[in-house]
């Protein structure tokens, strides 16, 4: 069974860029989560799909991030523009409907704003 | 305020035992979880505890009181390959599912 994929790995970018990260959850799991970890900082919740619906995008920083989840499979996180602070590791995480405790992790975008 | 801590370093020996301890303050409580994540791969489940008391897997053991705001991993027979971060999280609420509070993780370093 393949995991959770993320893609890009590592994107570098300037400031005032836009930048298009993909995450492919496990196959059949409608969660869908976004993370992100801020060098020298924890792990912090960006949002929650079910399906394609947002369920909580409480922890998305500002109105540069853009998430979607078209149809319910694949999910995008959009930064439009990249600012400095916004560099950081993005992870992706996914985890079956019924079984919610368990998340499935992506190996996370290394995204750095020049 | 949502608080979690546990110390940022660790240093053990092959073959000993080890013990990540994790403190928590949180404005709701359901669930407590550990995840293993190795330099440049994605965090790894290991353990969730929701009632108090210790939950044994294999090499690998996690306690948990609520009314201390306490847990603890437990890593038994270390091995080479336990050198990862590990880190603590926190559900606040059941309907919150997979939305975790997030400790700043355990760099354990395992030497011969």
């Known amino acids: 069974e393949a995991g959770v994929t993320q893609f890009p790995s590592h994107s570098v970018i300037e400031k005032g860029q836009t930048v298009t990260l993909r995450c492919d959850p496990i196959s059949g799991h409608d969660n869908l989560y976004w993370y992100r970890r801020v060098m020298g900082k924890e792990i912090k919740f960006l949002l929650h799909f079910v399906k394609e619906s947002k369920q909580d995008e409480s922890g998305m920083p500002n109105n540069r991030f853009l998430a979607e989840r078209t149809g319910g499979t694949y999910s995008t996180l959009k930064v439009q523009p990249a600012e400095l602070e916004d560099s950081g590791v993005y992870f992706c995480?996914?985890?079956?409907?019924?079984?919610?405790?368990?998340?499935?992790f992506g190996s996370g975008t290394q995204l750095s704003v020049l | 305020g949502q608080n979690i801590d546990q110390p940022t370093e660790m240093t053990a020996t092959e073959g000993a035992i080890v013990q990540i301890n994790c403190t928590y303050q949180t404005s709701g409580f359901n669930g407590l979880f550990w995840y293993q994540q190795h330099a440049g791969e994605a965090p790894t489940f290991l353990s969730y505890?929701?009632?108090?008391g210790l939950e044994e897997k294999g090499r690998f053991s996690s306690f948990l009181s609520r009314s201390k705001g306490y847990s603890y991993l437990l890593l038994k027979e270390l091995q080479m390959k336990d050198s990862a971060s590990y880190l603590c999280a926190v559900r606040g609420f059941y309907n919150q599912g997979g939305k975790l509070i997030f400790g700043q993780g355990t760099e354990l370093s395992v030497k011969p």
């Open positions: 505890n929701v009632l108090d």
């Open positions: 995480a996914s985890s079956h409907l019924l079984t919610n405790e368990k998340l499935f």
